[in-house]
């Protein structure tokens, strides 16, 4: 595209448009968008508002994420309203809501997002066949605003994106393609359809190997989305060699600024893939290295405050995780920047309105709770996740009642794994003495934790299997084995919190109690990972003197 200068008609000026078109639906660079300003310039002696349109249109969807060009993207978005009404061009107003609609979405105002979605979808419908590229743009558009985020239709928001990706792919447009990838396999994830991700990535990664022929930006993102697609299944493994092959090539082309939305969500999820899997340092050092980007002069300037907050709660789940698993105390994080998302987040969420409403121990109202979560899933899934993992760990949810266990399954689809919410449930039950629900949660546990789950999780089905065990054969020595097992490999996992509790069961198990006094020692025992020093250091007393007792 270095023949701009040799634009000296009206019909060069449209045929390298043309050309230009092609190159926009295939690139996302800075470098591209200087090319786009550039060509805005040469054009406006011509008068030629199609190609100022397409021009800005084209302009505005590589830069419009970038908060430094708030003003310069407002005034395109004027622009091509100002273009589109005059020469009353339907096909110029769709795209005009369209740039609203996307444009509303990263400043978090998401009812104007689905309203202009709406009306570009209605203006563009009479036009599909004669002009298919705008009609497939506004369509996923409308898909991923209106059908998923709106309506919650996805078999219809399924069937949207199957129709994109086959368009795309057929008119050689790999961004268009990958997107519409990228949105089919989330989708496919909420629908259970795990054949049909199997399919689609074997067409991508062995069939067709697109990953050979992408630029760099299409790479990544692609590499992105796969890992996080094996990061919800739990396929660490797979996540981990994805998300890294995506790291490794944001870091050797220097492309953190360039993909800095990309580069961010790479981080939140490569730090979570390596704590599930025991590697806490390799995970902190990440969490550091992501504390440390949202700091830099570029993103503070550049960055959504939605999406700040996002990558600031992910952080603070992440690095929860950690520290309760080695347990350790979260607010003596040493660094400084990590230290300072904890305080933010924790702040936040003191304030917010799941903390206010959603009391596990005082919730009732199963429409409102489901009401209150849907609603504020759709702001910030990751919010929802951290809200309800505090709730879920701190020792105010954990009175052992049937009431408490209902609010939690109430709200257990709502985290980040249900199987958390299960295992906490699991440990009410004993505290409570049911042990009939105890077994029936440990089975549950047992039939959904496969060997793609995270290592904590095959863990606690290990542990949940073993005490059910417990309670059918008290008398079972080889039970108390089995535990010690169980307890080195959580100390090879670096789990220590989960060894030292494991430990304390089996101290519980060689108890001279009889059977019937199971509620008292589960009640001792179940919450644990709550407990403070002191409290731990009476339970152990406790349980030793039974041993003599």
């Given at each position: 595209?270095?023949?701009?200068?040799?634009i000296?008609?009206?019909?060069k000026?449209?045929?390298?448009?043309?050309?230009?078109e092609?190159?926009?639906?295939?690139?996302?660079?800075s470098?591209?968008?200087?090319?786009?300003?550039?060509?805005?310039?040469k054009?406006?002696?011509?008068?030629?508002n199609?190609?100022?349109f397409t021009?800005?249109w084209?302009?505005?969807i590589?830069?419009?994420?970038?908060?430094?060009?708030?003003?310069?993207?407002e005034?395109?978005?004027?622009?091509?309203?100002?273009?589109?009404?005059?020469?009353?061009?339907?096909?110029?107003?769709?795209?005009?809501?369209?740039?609203?609609?996307?444009?509303?979405?990263?400043?978090?105002?998401?009812e104007?997002a689905?309203?202009y979605?709406?009306?570009?979808?209605q203006l563009?419908?009479?036009?599909?066949?004669?002009?298919?590229?705008t009609?497939?743009?506004?369509?996923?558009?409308?898909?991923?605003?209106?059908?998923?985020?709106k309506?919650?239709?996805?078999?219809?928001?399924?069937?949207?994106?199957?129709?994109?990706?086959?368009?795309?792919?057929q008119?050689?447009?790999?961004?268009?393609?990958?997107?519409?990838?990228?949105?089919?396999?989330?989708?496919?994830?909420?629908?259970n359809q795990?054949?049909?991700?199997k399919?689609?990535?074997?067409?991508?990664?062995?069939?067709e190997?697109i990953?050979?022929n992408?630029?760099?930006?299409?790479f990544?993102?692609?590499?992105?989305t796969?890992?996080?697609?094996?990061?919800?299944?739990?396929?660490?493994?797979?996540?981990?060699?994805?998300?890294?092959?995506?790291?490794?090539?944001?870091?050797?082309?220097?492309?953190q600024?360039?993909?800095?939305?990309?580069y961010?969500?790479?981080?939140?999820?490569?730090?979570?893939?390596y704590?599930?899997q025991?590697?806490?340092?390799?995970?902190?050092?990440?969490?550091?290295?992501l504390?440390?980007?949202?700091?830099?002069?570029?993103?503070?300037?550049n960055?959504?405050k939605?999406g700040?907050?996002?990558?600031?709660?992910?952080?603070?789940?992440t690095l929860?995780?950690?520290?309760?698993?080695?347990?350790?105390?979260?607010?003596?994080?040493?660094?400084?920047?990590?230290?300072?998302?904890?305080?933010?987040?924790k702040?936040?969420?003191s304030?917010?309105?799941?903390?206010?409403?959603?009391l596990?121990?005082?919730?009732?109202?199963?429409?409102?709770?489901?009401?209150?979560?849907?609603?504020?899933?759709?702001?910030?899934?990751?919010?929802?996740?951290?809200?309800?993992h505090?709730l879920?760990?701190?020792?105010?949810?954990?009175?052992?009642?049937?009431k408490?266990?209902?609010?939690i399954?109430?709200?257990?689809n709502?985290?980040?794994?249900?199987l958390y919410?299960?295992?906490l449930?699991?440990?009410?039950?004993?505290?409570?003495?049911n042990f009939?629900?105890f077994?029936k949660?440990?089975?549950?546990?047992?039939?959904?934790?496969?060997?793609e789950?995270?290592?904590i999780l095959?863990?606690?089905?290990?542990?949940?299997?073993?005490?059910?065990?417990?309670?059918?054969?008290?008398?079972?020595?080889?039970?108390?084995?089995?535990f010690?097992?169980?307890?080195i490999?959580?100390?090879?996992?670096?789990?220590?919190?989960?060894a030292?509790?494991?430990?304390?069961?089996?101290?519980l198990?060689s108890?001279?109690?009889?059977?019937?006094?199971f509620?008292?020692?589960?009640?001792?025992?179940?919450?644990?990972?709550?407990?403070?020093e002191?409290?731990?250091?009476?339970?152990?007393?406790?349980?030793d003197?039974?041993?003599t007792?």
């Amino acid at each position: 595209m270095d023949n701009k200068d040799k634009i000296t008609s009206l019909s060069k000026l449209r045929e390298y448009i043309e050309k230009l078109e092609f190159v926009c639906a295939n690139e996302r660079s800075s470098q591209l968008a200087q090319l786009l300003e550039e060509i805005i310039e040469k054009i406006k002696p011509f008068n030629d508002n199609y190609s100022l349109f397409t021009v800005c249109w084209e302009f505005f969807i590589q830069t419009y994420y970038y908060v430094q060009k708030k003003e310069q993207t407002e005034y395109l978005i004027e622009n091509m309203r100002t273009i589109a009404w005059q020469d009353e061009n339907n096909l110029q107003k769709a795209l005009v809501y369209t740039a609203i609609a996307l444009f509303s979405q990263f400043k978090g105002v998401y009812e104007d997002a689905i309203k202009y979605t709406l009306l570009a979808k209605q203006l563009v419908e009479p036009f599909k066949n004669k002009y298919k590229n705008t009609y497939y743009k506004i369509l996923y558009t409308y898909t991923h605003f209106f059908i998923w985020f709106k309506e919650r239709d996805i078999p219809s928001a399924v069937e949207n994106m199957e129709e994109c990706f086959l368009y795309y792919h057929q008119s050689y447009n790999s961004l268009g393609m990958i997107k519409s990838i990228s949105l089919l396999l989330r989708f496919y994830i909420l629908l259970n359809q795990g054949t049909k991700i199997k399919k689609l990535l074997k067409w991508i990664f062995v069939e067709e190997r697109i990953q050979d022929n992408l630029i760099d930006t299409h790479f990544i993102w692609l590499y992105r989305t796969v890992g996080i697609i094996f990061t919800i299944q739990n396929k660490l493994y797979d996540a981990l060699g994805h998300l890294t092959e995506a790291y490794k090539r944001i870091k050797r082309e220097s492309l953190q600024h360039e993909v800095m939305y990309e580069y961010v969500e790479i981080l939140r999820f490569l730090s979570r893939c390596y704590a599930y899997q025991g590697d806490f340092q390799l995970a902190h050092n990440l969490l550091v290295e992501l504390a440390g980007f949202m700091e830099t002069d570029f993103v503070k300037k550049n960055y959504f405050k939605s999406g700040i907050k996002l990558a600031y709660f992910s952080t603070c789940y992440t690095l929860l995780f950690i520290f309760v698993q080695l347990d350790l105390d979260i607010s003596n994080v040493q660094d400084e920047k990590l230290r300072q998302i904890y305080k933010y987040t924790k702040s936040f969420i003191s304030e917010s309105r799941l903390s206010k409403d959603l009391l596990l121990d005082s919730y009732s109202d199963e429409e409102g709770t489901k009401s209150l979560l849907n609603d504020e899933t759709d702001k910030s899934r990751e919010e929802v996740y951290i809200t309800l993992h505090q709730l879920l760990i701190t020792h105010k949810p954990y009175i052992a009642t049937k009431k408490t266990a209902d609010a939690i399954n109430k709200i257990k689809n709502y985290t980040f794994d249900p199987l958390y919410a299960d295992i906490l449930l699991g440990k009410i039950h004993l505290a409570m003495g049911n042990f009939a629900e105890f077994k029936k949660t440990a089975e549950n546990v047992r039939k959904k934790t496969t060997d793609e789950k995270a290592p904590i999780l095959q863990i606690w089905s290990d542990f949940f299997t073993l005490l059910s065990k417990y309670l059918e054969e008290p008398s079972n020595l080889t039970i108390l084995k089995e535990f010690k097992n169980l307890e080195i490999k959580c100390s090879q996992k670096n789990f220590r919190k989960m060894a030292e509790e494991i430990k304390l069961y089996q101290k519980l198990i060689s108890s001279t109690r009889t059977i019937k006094k199971f509620e008292d020692r589960f009640q001792q025992t179940a919450f644990m990972d709550v407990f403070n020093e002191q409290s731990k250091k009476m339970v152990i007393e406790y349980l030793d003197e039974q041993k003599t007792s």
